[in-house]
């Protein structure tokens, strides 16, 4: 799933860390989140989104197979 967190990180100016240690999880789960080798749980996404205060679709878009 692909997503725009990674865009929207860095017009805030906002590191990986920081956004980790906002929504609760490992710098690690930011950058496999932006590499698009990990997809974010509901719970998750909903933190994201309201980080960035963004709606779910605003940031992960969903391509069906």
């Keep these: ?15 990986q ?14 950058i496999s989140l932006e590499n698009g080798k990990y997809n974010a749980s ?4 909903y933190k994201i ?3 960035f205060n963004r709606s779910i679709e605003e940031i992960f878009i969903f391509e069906e197979d």
């Design 49 to 51: 989104a309201k980080y």
């Design 1 to 15: 799933m692909e997503n725009r967190i990674k865009d929207l990180r860095k017009e805030l100016g906002v590191t």
């Design 42 to 45: 509901l719970q998750l996404a």
């Design 17 to 30: 860390e920081d956004l980790a240690f906002k929504v609760g999880v490992t710098r690690q789960t930011i």
